[in-house]
């Protein structure tokens, strides 16, 4: 069943759509974990917050289709800070996503948030190297941790290294949860609700319906920001599909890994409903890069067999994005702009930086205390000139060539509603996907994946 295992055994959280034109302090758009945390923390605060979701659901979108992992653990990712970032830039986003940690366990019923450890393994010398390159990198910046040969894993492993006092959730049972306290607080929350027209100057949207939303602050929280291109955001994000299956196992584990090695394999297990899963996933390439992503499933699928000796009951493929220096986007979307805010660029790992990016822009807005630090590190309009430069080149360079690629091959297939690329058809997940930024359709041509906010036109 192509579908993701949290969708298929949590009973979501649907509302009624917007049926009239409102005004508010606050709008988010997207109901994903970031949305409905954000809109939780400024209702909390009293200040009035109106939730567009375009799905039926609430977390239907990217947080339904990830791995749960809630953890500090974001790959080999520290080692690589180090090189990009101050020390104390680095030690501040170790320390912040640790944070969040804390602050789920608190703020979410304690059978939602699952204590483990994480851990990275590998098994060849290069993904040694690798790993002994991301431990100096924990030791400078005083990261508890152990390097061990042994793990849960039933097959053999060179090393692995080890991250306490991390966490696992269910991210649908969490984005129901926060759905209900939000509303509890006073927020206006909204499904089925899709955004189709911004006027930025005048501080309205207008949805699909032709309701109004007229705000004093917008929070775009929908993955691939709809009005990226004020920032140049649209050519500094690069898009990444990643593919996981799930089946029944006997019982939990008490760790969750990643792979260093190539091709990188998650893994980790949950219990729902009194059944244990295993989820294992991997197998990453630029979005709407192929249409043949038959062989990506059955990658992990054989791998489930021979490992587990289990059999997929679920599978789905989630999309990911990334900054050019791998921290996300959260805050004002330029400085020209301070109306408008972003949550965006999580690199596979929104689930801790979802309660991060809540609490930057909630104290942007209300004005409470917060760590400058945070707001300056997660800023869209921090300087790294360079870097975004690079992947303007890289990324818009790729556009340019899949938009005349695409005449010429797919002439006849469906146009993109975002910029006019040419779509292909993925028969794997039976959709549209429009390899230049990333949208996907579903078969009847509805939007799944911004950018894109206009279905097809099928003929």
Not at 183 to 210: D, H, P
Not at 243 to 269: H, N, W
Not at 340 to 357: E, H
């Amino acid at each position: 069943m192509t579908q993701s295992l949290w969708i298929a055994t949590s009973e979501s959280v649907s509302l009624s759509s917007l049926t009239s034109s409102i005004t508010c302090d606050v709008c988010i758009i997207g109901g994903g974990l970031t949305g409905l945390y954000t809109a939780y923390t400024l209702a909390k605060a009293g200040v009035d917050v109106v939730l567009l979701e375009a799905n039926t659901h609430f977390g239907h979108g990217t947080t339904g289709h990830s791995t749960g992992k809630l953890t500090a653990q974001h790959s080999l990712i520290y080692a690589n800070l180090l090189e990009k970032l101050s020390l104390e830039e680095a030690k501040l986003y170790y320390q912040l996503n640790q944070q969040a940690i804390e602050r789920a366990r608190q703020l979410l019923p304690q059978e939602s948030v699952r204590q483990v450890d994480s851990l990275l393994y590998c098994q060849t010398k290069e993904g040694y190297a690798q790993l002994l390159k991301e431990w100096n990198a924990y030791k400078v910046l005083n990261i508890k941790s152990t390097l061990t040969s042994e793990t849960e894993l039933p097959f053999p492993i060179t090393k692995a290294l080890s991250m306490s006092q991390q966490a696992q959730i269910n991210p649908i049972e969490v984005s129901n949860f926060l759905a209900k306290e939000a509303q509890s607080m006073g927020a206006r929350l909204y499904t089925n609700t899709r955004v189709q027209q911004l006027n930025i100057s005048q501080n309205n949207l207008y949805t699909e319906k032709n309701m109004s939303v007229q705000y004093s602050k917008l929070i775009l929280c929908s993955h691939y920001p709809i009005e990226a291109f004020k920032g140049l955001q649209l050519f500094k994000l690069s898009n990444s599909r990643s593919y996981m299956v799930a089946s029944k196992i006997s019982e939990t584990m008490q760790g969750q890994y990643l792979s260093v090695d190539f091709p990188s394999r998650s893994i980790r297990t949950t219990t729902i409903k009194d059944e244990h899963y295993l989820v294992l996933g991997g197998a990453n390439h630029i979005a709407g890069e192929t249409v043949h992503t038959e062989p990506y499933y059955e990658g992990i699928t054989n791998e489930l067999k021979e490992h587990f000796e289990q059999q997929p009951l679920y599978r789905w493929s989630a999309q990911d994005i990334e900054t050019p220096d791998i921290v996300p986007y959260v805050g004002r979307i330029t400085n020209s702009l301070p109306n408008v805010l972003i949550a965006t660029g999580y690199r596979k790992w929104g689930i801790s930086n979802s309660f991060v990016a809540g609490d930057i822009l909630s104290s942007l807005i209300t004005g409470a205390q917060s760590e400058e630090g945070a707001i300056a590190l997660y800023s869209p309009s921090r300087t790294k000139f360079g870097a975004q430069f690079m992947q303007m080149l890289k990324v818009g360079g790729f556009v340019a060539k899949e938009y005349i690629a695409g005449y010429m091959k797919h002439a006849a297939a469906p146009t993109c509603t975002h910029l006019g690329c040419k779509t292909k058809w993925n028969k794997a997940d039976e959709t549209w996907d429009c390899p230049c930024h990333g949208s996907r359709f579903n078969a009847k041509g509805e939007v799944l994946e911004g950018p894109a906010v206009q279905p097809l036109k099928l003929d």
